[in-house]
């Protein structure tokens, strides 16, 4: 390795950590909130608030500091987006009766109350922030209009309607690529208040959302944790572009999509996905969207904020040409 490029590395690593430093603040902050009245609100927030925290709070962080702000400025919505994720995740797992959730040790009524409690928790955030009242009416506007748009998105998905890859585009941007576009959106607001900007890190929020659910498609059908989706009956994006596209096995993979029987033929479906070169495509399509999350972020002028948006992009799908070349 070259000085010159050890030096770049080495840059590269110390901001990464700068962002780093201020994870325990997030999970400060929201501890700070939390209503003394009731301790099994902090249990179902699990790591957030008694664990390290993971790389997603690091989104609104690393948009602030993208377009030219102070970082810390944008740890309430760090804190809010942590809060509103886990009050998703636990809603999207008690719709789906994923096994070991949360709903399977405080029972599906409990559950839901946790969840709605969450995601009114997560405005609280944002309201007692110390930010200028016209900030705080902006980040707040924007959390319950993409809110309401994740909702209108898992209710498609509920009533069934996902069953072309058009109707796969619009239910993962309403539910998934809005959530990721609200969270670098309302951090770039804590920085600046250039529309452009904001957008820009608004973009990079929407097409990384949109590569993360595709990932989240493509691990749940070839590398399941669990029962993997087959197994679940969902249809996703692997098996949405098998009954799109002309091929031998179109008929066959429709009738067992048909006839409900995606567990029964788990093996027999994949196996016919393989061979039109589904997994080839879903990787390709991922890493179409995350290029253009990071060619969105051409314009931010903050060398920190976009080495760790850069970074969190590029880490996250870096397995996903080798999953392909080794299938």
Same mark, same amino acid.
């Given at each position: 390795?070259?000085?010159?490029?050890?030096?770049?590395?080495?840059?590269?690593?110390?901001?990464?950590?700068?962002?780093?430093?201020?994870?325990?603040?997030?999970?400060?902050?929201?501890?700070?909130?939390?209503?003394?009245?009731?301790?099994?609100?902090?249990?179902?927030?699990?790591?957030?608030?008694?664990?390290?925290?993971?790389?997603?709070?690091?989104?609104?962080?690393?948009?602030?500091?993208?377009?030219?702000?102070?970082?810390?400025?944008?740890?309430?919505?760090?804190?809010?987006?942590?809060?509103?994720?886990?009050?998703?995740?636990?809603?999207?797992?008690?719709?789906?009766?994923?096994?070991?959730?949360?709903?399977?040790?405080?029972? *599906?009524?409990?559950?839901?109350?946790?969840?709605?409690?969450?995601?009114?928790?997560?405005?609280?955030?944002?309201?007692?922030? /110390?930010?200028?009242?016209?900030?705080?009416?902006?980040? =707040?506007? #924007?959390?319950?209009?993409?809110?309401?748009?994740?909702?209108?998105?898992? !209710?498609?998905?509920?009533?069934?309607? +996902?069953?072309?890859?058009?109707?796969?585009?619009?239910?993962? @941007?309403?539910?998934?690529?809005?959530?990721?576009?609200?969270?670098?959106?309302?951090?770039?607001?804590?920085? =600046?208040?250039?529309? *452009?900007?904001?957008?820009? =890190?608004?973009?990079?929020?929407?097409?990384?959302?949109?590569?993360?659910?595709?990932?989240?498609?493509?691990?749940?059908?070839?590398?399941?944790?669990?029962?993997?989706?087959?197994?679940? @009956?969902?249809?996703?994006?692997?098996?949405?572009?098998?009954? #799109?596209?002309?091929?031998?096995?179109?008929?066959?993979?429709?009738?067992?999509?048909?006839?409900?029987?995606?567990?029964?033929?788990?093996?027999?479906?994949?196996?016919?996905? !393989?061979?039109? @070169?589904?997994?080839?495509?879903?990787?390709?399509? =991922?890493?179409?969207?995350?290029?253009?999350?990071?060619?969105?972020?051409?314009?931010? /002028?903050?060398?920190? @904020?976009?080495?760790?948006? +850069?970074?969190?992009?590029?880490?996250?799908?870096?397995?996903? +040409?080798?999953?392909? #070349?080794?299938?």
């Amino acid at each position: 390795m070259s000085a010159r490029l050890a030096t770049a590395v080495a840059d590269d690593l110390e901001r990464i950590e700068e962002l780093r430093r201020l994870l325990p603040e997030v999970r400060a902050y929201v501890r700070r909130h939390l209503p003394a009245e009731w301790p099994d609100l902090t249990h179902a927030l699990g790591a957030v608030v008694d664990g390290p925290c993971g790389p997603r709070p690091l989104l609104p962080l690393a948009a602030c500091a993208a377009v030219g702000g102070e970082a810390r400025r944008a740890v309430p919505v760090a804190a809010a987006w942590e809060v509103a994720f886990v009050a998703g995740g636990i809603l999207d797992d008690l719709q789906d009766q994923d096994r070991e959730a949360v709903w399977s040790s405080v029972g *599906e009524g409990r559950a839901f109350n946790f969840s709605a409690a969450l995601f009114a928790f997560a405005p609280k955030l944002l309201v007692e922030a /110390p930010w200028p009242d016209s900030r705080v009416v902006a980040v =707040c506007r #924007s959390f319950h209009e993409e809110t309401m748009h994740l909702f209108a998105g898992q !209710d498609r998905d509920l009533r069934g309607e +996902t069953r072309t890859l058009d109707d796969y585009w619009l239910t993962i @941007g309403t539910k998934t690529a809005n959530a990721f576009a609200w969270a670098c959106g309302a951090g770039a607001l804590c920085g =600046c208040e250039e529309p *452009e900007l904001v957008r820009a =890190c608004r973009a990079y929020g929407y097409h990384l959302g949109l590569a993360l659910q595709i990932l989240d498609d493509f691990q749940g059908l070839w590398e399941p944790v669990g029962t993997g989706d087959l197994a679940n @009956g969902k249809v996703t994006l692997p098996l949405l572009y098998g009954l #799109s596209v002309e091929h031998g096995w179109r008929e066959e993979l429709q009738a067992i999509a048909d006839g409900e029987e995606l567990a029964a033929e788990a093996e027999r479906v994949r196996k016919i996905l !393989d061979e039109i @070169g589904a997994r080839d495509y879903v990787v390709w399509v =991922c890493l179409q969207e995350r290029d253009r999350a990071l060619a969105a972020l051409e314009r931010c /002028p903050g060398a920190t @904020g976009v080495t760790v948006l +850069t970074a969190y992009a590029t880490t996250i799908f870096a397995r996903l +040409t080798e999953v392909t #070349s080794h299938a």
